[in-house]
């Protein structure tokens, strides 16, 4: 037992010293631009989760898409709920998916078009349990943050395709 917690220390004094570290949402990207105008179209969840991140990277986050390099617009943030089996037996629930989706764009501020309108989406199911209604539910509720989680990354990893000249 001794050993095992010996060799777990020294794990991850290795990891720690060669400078390995988890990659997560806000993991080091490099970006090509310092001013930025976030515009939200039902979408205002996304749009303040990549604001905090892009303030938090040292980009500036502007008021109008006068003062921006870029103008960032995301539209149409939807989750939906949609039941895909029930029991031939018992009739009762056995699968959910869940659908998270949203739309961007990139424009420069003389509206050309830098990134053309796209679709994000992505699609998660799992088993419902009525016995286990608080644990089904709370699993709901943490695929909902995940899902969140990835459409943002994805939104950044898109931004950091976008180059232009700081100004």
């Given at each position: 037992m001794k050993s095992k917690i010996s060799l777990l220390i020294i794990g991850v004094l290795f990891l720690s010293g060669c400078g390995f570290h988890l990659r997560g949402l806000d993991a080091d990207i490099t970006l090509y631009f310092q001013r930025v105008h976030i515009r939200s179209v039902s979408a205002d969840a996304v749009a303040s989760e990549i604001?905090?991140?892009?303030?938090?990277?040292?980009?500036?986050?502007?008021?109008?898409?006068?003062?921006?390099?870029?103008?960032?617009?995301?539209?149409?943030?939807?989750?939906?709920?949609?039941?895909l089996s029930i029991s031939s037996d018992s009739g009762?629930?056995?699968e959910i998916e869940l659908h998270y989706r949203i739309e961007m764009e990139v424009r420069k501020p003389d509206d050309t078009v830098i990134l053309e309108n796209q679709p994000i989406s992505l699609v998660r199911d799992y088993r419902y349990n009525e016995l286990a209604v608080l644990a089904t539910g709370a699993e709901e509720e943490m695929l909902h943050l995940e899902m969140f989680r990835d459409i943002v990354a994805q939104i950044m990893h898109r931004m950091q395709v976008i180059r232009i000249d700081n100004e």
């Open positions: 604001k905090r991140i892009l303030i938090e990277d040292g980009l500036e986050v502007v008021q109008t898409a006068k003062e921006a390099q870029i103008v960032v617009y995301l539209r149409n943030e939807k989750v939906k709920r949609r039941i009762k629930l056995e």
